[in-house]
């Protein structure tokens, strides 16, 4: 309603006084703004991840212990990992498979490390709406194509964590990680 | 008859809404052309104060309860992880703990400012009482938020302040068992000191709402004292009074950061940054600053059930103050004995806090018992006999009368009218 201040009876004489006016106006609202939201700020930050648990947000894991077939899960920023040592038969399925009978195309080999091929490391939630598969025991029901079964809604991985079936939309992502030796590695 | 209002906004949203539900005409009538006498001083800022503290109070409150535990083996160290790791966590706390002592400090002047004026007299009694309860309410809410850090001065605060309930005969024992939830301040305790310290701001802000419903209906007093007799001694509230309020408000904010910024634990105890241990009690147990002349009242008499009845007593005349005061006159400007008296008042309510903050030996009970006295006495005798007895100077004819007499300039722009420059 500011625009009514030009006509509005305000007693000011002189047509310079009302643009001072206005300005002192805008400066004073614009201060009060900025106040406001620098007020503001520390109270919405404060939500955010805290330093202890952005402090959790790497781990490291010894895989030496992990079967061949099997995998584990572990928990990194509150989520689940799979870490899963894949059988010769396991990575020979992932490769096998043509890239354009995929939901989401992706080679094998771009979801493991060079050199550490038996290895696949994903983060364990149903892309659907965040259930976490089953498959990581040799005798979970892995479903049709030997990875994970999501048990809410049928969703279904390959072994190399690639969705094939089931409403899922894409592959289950991979986590930031890397091998600090050949029986050890980094999450996140 | 129920019906549309008819808005006189143009802005066509503006008047859609204030038709079907006048908030914009109601604002502009209470807050923007509001007429308000011309003549306060920097007293009538603590109200606002008041206001703005408690929505700072608020506001930290909401983001620090997301990140406190009340559990007793928890509660500590979620403070300190406040303190450490969340963001900001140490300013909102800070801003939290030293809101509440700021709170009170604007609180008490802002009462000393209705003593001084005679601010709760006639037809004000019910605003007065209603800003009693608040400071009631405050006192509550302040004490069961100290408790929650669960340091030394937490645990051994709660214990005493809960056991002041034993003191009443037969049901004490009892009522103080119903308070703690069990035989000691324990969890229980603990997890309903969290709920209610929750729940009683919006409480206040409640009474804060009838609080000021009272004062629109009667309108503000002034340092004058005398009712405004017709336009030219009153000013709309905005331009006005919004300004001289956001001066007030910037000085506030300034104390304000100085406290929490350069000393933030000025007002604290050491204590409280010892985890609570219900087998040890620390060497001196003092309340927070604001309670202390209430303590020294308590302390005062060498009966458990004196001492209590004489400190709830100590709030319990505040409610009566308008009928004990029989005098007319509400300035103290027109009072020259009251006006001297006010100020022992406030002297004796000085040296009880100061008595209070000491250990109850040697000069410091002699002390405390005079004060006490002074303090019963100036309610309860003084001002009875004083409206009787005292000659009051005479009162100026308006409010501004001797502004103009004394050749003062025209009325400011806007001061006659009330004009909807504010929409």
């Known amino acids: ?188 | 008859m129920p019906g549309l209002h008819k808005s006189e906004f143009t802005n066509p949203v503006v008047n859609w809404i204030d038709t079907r539900l006048p908030v914009f005409t109601m604002l502009t009538k209470e807050y923007a052309v509001f007429p308000t006498p011309r003549n306060f001083n920097y007293f009538w800022n603590f109200g606002a104060l008041a206001m703005i503290n408690l929505m700072i109070m608020i506001a930290t409150g909401i983001f620090l309860a997301m990140n406190y535990t009340p559990n007793t083996l928890m509660a500590f160290d979620s403070v300190e992880r406040i303190m450490r790791d969340v963001n900001y966590g140490w300013l909102l706390r800070y801003v939290h703990a030293n809101g509440a002592s700021m709170f009170f400090v604007v609180v008490y002047i802002h009462m000393f400012r209705s003593l001084y004026y005679g601010s709760y007299k006639a037809p004000r009694e019910l605003l007065w009482m209603l800003g009693v309860v608040i400071l009631l309410l405050m006192m509550a809410t302040a004490f069961m938020g100290y408790v929650l850090p669960w340091g030394q001065m937490s645990y051994w605060g709660a214990t005493v302040i809960t056991n002041l309930f034993s003191a009443i005969p037969l049901v004490g024992d009892s009522i103080v068992t119903f308070l703690w939830g069990g035989f000691s301040v324990d969890n229980a305790t603990l997890n309903r000191f969290f709920s209610l310290h929750y729940l009683l701001p919006f409480v206040i802000t409640g009474v804060v709402f009838l609080h000021i419903v009272a004062l629109h209906i009667t309108g503000s007093n002034n340092p004058l004292g005398i009712d405004p007799k017709g336009p030219q001694d009153t000013l709309p509230f905005h331009p006005y009074y919004t300004i001289k309020d956001s001066v007030g408000i910037g000085v506030y904010l300034i104390v304000f950061a100085v406290l929490v910024f350069f000393a933030p634990n000025f007002l604290g105890h050491v204590d409280n940054y010892v985890p609570a241990n219900p087998l040890v009690t620390p060497a001196d147990v003092v309340p927070e600053w604001y309670f202390l002349p209430f303590y020294a009242i308590l302390r005062s008499v060498p009966s458990k059930l004196g001492g209590v009845t004489l400190m709830f007593g100590a709030i319990a005349v505040l409610f009566v103050l308008p009928w004990l005061d029989t005098s007319p006159i509400r300035s103290a400007r027109f009072r020259p004995i009251y006006r001297q008296l006010i100020f022992v008042l406030v002297a004796a309510i000085i040296v009880l806090g100061m008595v209070g903050g000491h250990p109850p030996q040697g000069i410091w009970v002699v002390l405390g018992r005079i004060a006490t006295a002074y303090y019963f006495l100036h309610f309860l005798v003084i001002l009875p006999l004083l409206g009787k007895l005292e000659r009051p100077l005479p009162l100026p004819e308006s409010i501004s009368s001797p502004v103009i007499r004394k050749g003062g300039g025209p009325l400011p722009y806007g001061a006659a009218a009330a004009p909807m420059e504010k929409n």
């Open chain 1, 1 to 188: 309603m500011s625009a009514s201040t030009h006509d509005a009876p305000m007693g000011a004489p002189h047509g310079e006084d009302i643009g001072k006016r206005d300005f002192l106006k805008l400066i004073a609202g614009a201060g009060a703004a900025v106040g406001l939201g620098a007020l503001a700020w520390p109270l919405i930050d404060s939500m955010n991840p805290s330093s202890d648990v952005l402090a959790l947000s790497s781990v490291e894991l010894d895989i030496a212990p992990i079967p061949e077939g099997s995998g584990i899960t572990i928990v990194w920023r509150g989520k689940p990992i799979f870490v899963r040592h894949r059988t010769a038969a396991e990575i020979k399925s992932a490769r096998d498979v043509k890239l354009t009978e995929l939901t989401e195309p992706a080679a094998d080999k771009d979801r493991v490390k060079a050199g550490h091929e038996a290895w696949l490391v994903v983060i364990g939630i149903c892309t659907h709406l965040g259930c976490v598969p089953l498959g990581n025991k040799p005798t979970d029901s892995r479903g049709d194509f030997g990875g994970w079964l999501c048990p809410c809604h049928g969703s279904q991985y390959d072994t190399s964590g690639r969705v094939r079936r089931g409403p899922a939309p894409i592959n289950l992502p991979l986590p930031p990680y890397a091998f600090t030796s050949d029986t050890k590695i980094k999450i996140g």
